[in-house]
């Protein structure tokens, strides 16, 4: 009953390599650029904050749609040239995720009480071995499960790529159903894959969940 | 020796310490008391540099907390600080809380260091815990491995923020008691703390502040038996009911 997916598999097996590089992209990237956000809305200085913080709420109430319009269509008026569909979704996905990913990051980091920190000082140990040994470690067991949940979201986004003719996954399948007409195979098939992947990747994130949570109960 | 003169520390506009002058002795275990919100934490952190003050003077065995090239880590080593909410490190075992800084500040090797710790882990009545997390532990057992933990930097000075206030009762005893050897040892010690008994025990000066300023100092005796202001009998009666 699979054999308009069998016989186009290499094809649309390929648009699944595509989706997994933009995802790849688009998570170290978001986390990358993500830490920053989250470092600028700790920030005590005004100049910093504000900006980061306007850019954060601003991408955080808009559909990731708009985003990846913008950058595809409105940019190159901007820079005089037009932007490959690729690029093009690496930079909308990063920017647009790095502001969820900032958040996590901010979260993670105001779990850490003033005095654990104090704690560590005052047994001699200096800010960067105190960064080192034990802010970064408890905040990233912290952050853990919503980081991999967050990159999760992100995989599946990527689909929103379809729009500006990126031959990922879903594009593929439907550009396969154009020749086919086996709408309910393919689809299903996409779907299938996509859930065998995030269903791993919430257990996983479950898994951490648990591992942590007692640690972190206080 | 810590030696504060004429200390004055501001959080924004709220005066938070005001012309505090205290002298502490080697040996000596000084208890301070007083209403929350007096300064009394605030103080303790001034003295171990944790805090910036804004006037006068923080002194410890010679050296000025104020000066720029004071080395404020450097500092920090002789000095220990036991927390209020235990603040151990929760991804590390009891053992791994009480021998990081050993390792990473003195460089000690970690066998060397384990087996101090170990050590401090006997001294403080839990060497069964020592491969716990601090999330198995109950909250006593918590603040004598955060105790072990400030006794394996070897300090010449330990200080206490209320150490018992987040605790059971049933649990209290087991750190005083804790506490009170290491007084009779010999550590110099600066408590917070509202737990007269343990005052009585070992204190050689008790101390009670008020809105940032010191009111009132005496031994326990002179506290209990004849108490100089009306604020420190209002604060006693409360205490001790």
């Given amino acids: 009953m699979f054999d308009a997916t069998l016989r186009n598999l290499p094809f649309l097996l390929g648009g699944l390599l595509v989706t997994f590089k933009l995802a790849a992209f ?20 005004k100049w910093i904050y504000y900006p980061i913080t306007f ?9 990731l749609i708009l985003v990846i319009f913008w950058v595809y269509f409105v940019m190159p008026l901007f820079i005089g040239r037009s932007i490959d569909p690729f690029p093009s979704a690496v930079i909308s996905f990063i920017i647009f995720e790095a502001t969820y990913f900032g958040e996590i990051f901010r979260a993670g980091y105001q779990t850490i009480s003033k005095d654990m920190v ?28 919503s980081l ?51 269903y791993i990747g919430s257990r996983i994130s479950r898994h951490y969940e648990e591992k942590y949570r007692k640690v972190n109960v206080q | 020796m810590i030696e504060i003169k004429n200390l004055n520390k501001w959080f924004d506009d709220f005066h938070v310490l005001t012309d505090i002058n205290e002298t502490v002795e080697r040996g000596q275990t000084m208890v301070i008391c007083g209403p929350s919100g007096s300064g009394k934490s605030t103080l303790l952190r001034c003295i171990n540099g944790l805090e910036p003050y804004q006037k006068g003077e923080v002194i410890v065995d010679g050296v000025s907390l104020n000066n720029p090239k ?12 036991v927390f209020q909410r235990f603040e151990l490190y929760p991804h590390m075992t009891a053992l791994q809380n009480v021998s990081l800084a050993p390792i990473k500040v003195r460089k000690l090797s970690k066998k060397e260091a384990e087996e101090k710790a170990m050590v401090l882990l006997e001294r403080v009545g839990i060497p069964e815990k020592a491969k716990s997390y601090p999330a198995n532990l109950s909250g006593g057992q918590q603040q004598r491995v955060a105790i072990a933990r400030s006794l394996a930097m070897e300090p010449k000075y330990m200080m206490f923020d209320e150490p018992t206030s987040a605790l059971d009762p049933e649990m209290i005893k087991e750190v005083l008691d804790v506490m009170i050897a290491l007084a009779k040892e010999g550590m110099t010690m600066l408590c917070v703390t509202h737990e007269m008994g343990f005052a009585r025990e070992v204190a050689d000066e008790i101390i009670f502040m008020d809105f940032g300023k010191i009111i009132e100092r005496g031994t ?8 100089k202001s009306d604020r420190l009998k209002e604060f006693l009666s409360q205490i001790l009911e």
């Fill in chain 2, 220 to 227: 326990y005796q002179e506290f209990f038996t004849k108490p």
């Fill in chain 1, 148 to 198: 991999i949940t967050q990159s999760i979201v992100t995989f599946q986004d990527t689909s929103l790529a379809f729009v500006i003719g990126l031959p990922e996954f879903v594009r593929r399948a439907s550009i396969v159903d154009n020749m086919e007409i086996r709408s309910i195979e393919l689809f299903g098939f996409v779907a299938i894959v996509f859930l065998i992947i995030c």
């Fill in chain 1, 55 to 63: 850019y954060v709420n601003f991408l955080r109430n808009i559909p």
């Fill in chain 2, 70 to 81: 004071t080395n404020l880590y450097k500092l920090r080593e002789n000095i220990g600080m």
């Fill in chain 1, 118 to 145: 104090n704690a560590s000082y005052s047994t001699g140990m200096t800010y960067a071995q105190t960064a080192r040994y034990i802010t970064v470690p408890v905040a990233f067991q912290r952050m853990l499960p």
């Fill in chain 1, 26 to 45: 688009a998570v170290s990237g978001g986390i990358f650029l993500g830490i920053l956000v989250g470092l600028a809305r700790i920030s005590q200085k």
